[in-house]
């Protein structure tokens, strides 16, 4: 019996510290650009995850422009947390996958490994969140993409590659038609937090004028 309980114990340890690891790659598929269609550039941010696109919540992540209500709805891989696994990628240091220019502007390869194989459950659909900038919040353009094979969340000791050549869901951003090495995938616009909070800030003071002015006699 005490044998038998040792060993439920190791099996018990050894399913917690199994691990998975997630790939991007855009090798030999499309790049990704601006919705001028330049490539962006090295250092932009690529946050890799899931989003809860339960009920009115996809409608939200294909029209919202807040940062903090589409966040909301992601869990991210990576970016320090917890059990999320760490970032591995050339040249970066950072915890979040980033443009690193391997294959030229524009491209992306890099991986997130050592994730807890529990962390999210086998076979959940992953997305590619990517900004035109290495600050998402502050960013101006962002872009989702997904694709229903191939991007999901592998079984423990497993590994899934995220290539861009298999991205057949765009919920922000377009493409130029194809999937190839000259194609592009381009973010959509979102207004600026600071622009934003410009015009709010010029709208009250047009009113607060406006209730202040002395009406003539």
Do not use: H
Request: aromatic share 8%.
């Amino acid at each position: 019996m005490k044998r038998l309980l040792i060993l439920a114990a190791i099996l018990l340890t050894q399913a917690q510290a199994a691990t998975v690891s997630i790939s991007v790659n855009s090798n030999g598929g499309p790049m990704f650009a601006t919705s001028a269609g330049d490539l962006i550039t090295l250092g932009s941010c690529i946050r890799i995850g899931v989003f809860d696109t339960s009920g009115a919540n996809l409608t939200t992540l294909q029209t919202s422009n807040d940062y903090f209500a589409i966040n909301a709805l992601f869990t991210p891989l990576g970016e320090s947390g917890g059990d999320s696994g760490t970032v591995t990628q050339f040249g970066n240091s950072g915890s979040v996958l980033i443009i690193n220019d391997l294959f030229g502007t524009g491209n992306v390869l890099g991986q997130i490994a050592n994730i807890d194989s529990a962390y999210l459950p086998a076979g959940q659909q992953l997305y590619a969140w990517v900004f035109n900038s290495s600050a998402p919040l502050g960013s101006e353009q962002w872009g989702i993409y997904t694709s229903t094979t191939g991007w999901n969340f592998p079984e423990a000791l497993g590994s899934e590659t995220l290539s861009t050549f298999e991205i057949d869901t765009i919920i922000r951003g377009s493409t130029t038609g194809g999937l190839t090495t000259t194609d592009r995938l381009s973010l959509s616009p979102v207004p600026e937090p600071a622009g934003s909070l410009l015009i709010l800030a010029a709208g009250l003071v047009f009113r607060l004028r406006r209730k202040r002015r002395p009406t003539s006699i």
